[in-house]
T-cell receptor
Framework: DSGVTQTPKHLITATGQRVTLRCSPR?????VYWYQQSLDQGLQFLIQ???????AKGNILERFSAQQFPDLHSELNLSSLELGDSALYFC??????????????FGPGTRLTVT | GQSLEQPSEVTAVEGAIVQINCTYQ??????LSWYQQHDGGAPTFLSY????GLEETGRFSSFLSRSDSYGYLLLQELQMKDSASYFC?????????????FGKGTRLSVIA
């Protein structure tokens, strides 16, 4: 158990809908990262937050947004969902933002299925 | 941009040694990490190389050559439980920070 929690574990929704994925980092970790994992693309970095502020943005679509709250939990919002958004979404956390980023602790993931 | 290349699949015999290579092309390279992911599970951190050379952690070792933009993960005394996907990931300069960029992973199958 990494100490990172994600909810829900599974999500099935229809195209065009909006969903919110939630992540709580390990106790004491200030950085939260979101990744998308699909069969053909591997682990794609989406976005990073550190202590409530956006720190780095990767291949995140404009239909997706995230935020980190004062209690350090984070939410990833996916809107206008398309079939291609079906994937496993991981949240990870680390103690630091820069030098500490090489060792990240991953949550169990949320499997999103868009029908 | 960044690119990482690693073999998609490797098969090895229980008790043997296997090496998984990773080559990368990045700007602003800071270091190379390795992660293991079992089917249906989350990636877990194995090792990190910030400097050239070999890092050893039990049965696993990782090597980095910055001049060759190359690294590898070495797994010794393979066990069936080592069957998993292995990802190399680079820390790169990225909009003011250094998040990880992952390769597509190498699926290791350990056979009896």
């Amino acid at each position: 158990d990494s100490g990172v929690t994600q909810t829900p574990k599974h999500l099935i929704t229809a195209t065009g809908q909006r969903v919110t994925l939630r992540c709580s980092p390990r106790s004491g970790d200030l950085s939260v990262y979101w990744y998308q994992q699909s069969l053909d693309q591997g682990l794609q970095f989406l976005i990073q937050y550190y202590n409530g502020e956006e720190r780095a943005k990767g291949n995140i679509l404009e239909r997706f947004s995230a935020q980190q709250f004062p209690d350090l939990h984070s939410e990833l919002n996916l809107s206008s969902l398309e079939l291609g958004d079906s994937a496993l979404y991981f949240c990870a956390s680390s103690a630091g933002a820069g030098t500490g980023a090489y060792e990240q602790y991953f949550g169990p993931g949320t499997r999103l299925t868009v029908t | 941009g960044q690119s990482l290349e690693q073999p998609s699949e490797v098969t090895a015999v229980e008790g043997a040694i296997v090496q998984i290579n990773c080559t990368y092309q990045t700007s602003g390279f800071y270091g190379l990490s390795w992660y293991q992911q079992h089917d249906g599970g989350a990636p877990t951190f194995l090792s990190y190389n910030g400097l050239d050379g070999l890092e050893e952690t039990g049965r696993f070792s990782s090597f980095l050559s910055r001049s060759d933009s190359y690294g590898y993960l070495l797994l010794q005394e393979l066990q069936m439980k080592d069957s998993a996907s292995y990802f190399c990931a680079v820390r790169v300069a990225f909009s003011g920070n250094t998040p990880l960029v992952f390769g597509k992973g190498t699926r290791l199958s350990v056979i009896a």
